[in-house]
Nanobody, 124 residues
Framework: QVQLVESGGGLVQAGGSLRLSCAAS????????RGWFRQAPGKEREFVAA????????SYKDSVKGRFTISSDAAKNTAYLQMNNLKPEDTAVYYC?????????????????WGQGTQVTVSS
């Protein structure tokens, strides 16, 4: 079992930045991906970004390309999501996740472990 804990959410004004962290309770071996999803009230959970632990390759939702950067620190079992130039439409609960058997999966069903989420609110 892997526990994931997100942190770093908060309230920022449009144009501001936040850095989310996702710490895993244990190392995961083999080819797998770490991902970030978000869910706004009344909307489905949507893919934001993913990183392959094996290759370092990344994938992003089109609307966040150039603004968000996913990265990792293997020694800390931690993934990050740097969010710059935040917009009100980025407001959501952000969830980190682990996909054990699909590299750079962009569907929620691809992921096996989920954190509890951290709230990101961007004011106008």
């Amino acid at each position: 079992q892997v526990q994931l804990v997100e942190s770093g959410g908060g309230l920022v004004q449009a144009g501001g930045s936040l850095r989310l962290s996702c710490a895993a309770s244990a190392r995961i071996f083999g080819d797998y991906s770490r991902g970030w999803f978000r869910q706004a009230p009344g909307k489905e959970r949507e893919f934001v970004a993913a990183i392959s632990w094996s290759t370092g390759s990344t994938s992003y939702k089109d609307s966040v390309k150039g603004r968000f950067t996913i990265s990792s620190d293997a020694a800390k079992n931690t993934a990050y999501l740097q969010m710059n130039n935040l917009k009100p439409e980025d407001t959501a609960v952000y969830y980190c996740a682990v996909a054990l058997h699909r590299s750079l999966g962009n569907r929620a069903s691809d992921y096996d472990y989920w954190g509890q989420g951290t709230q990101v609110t961007v004011s106008s």
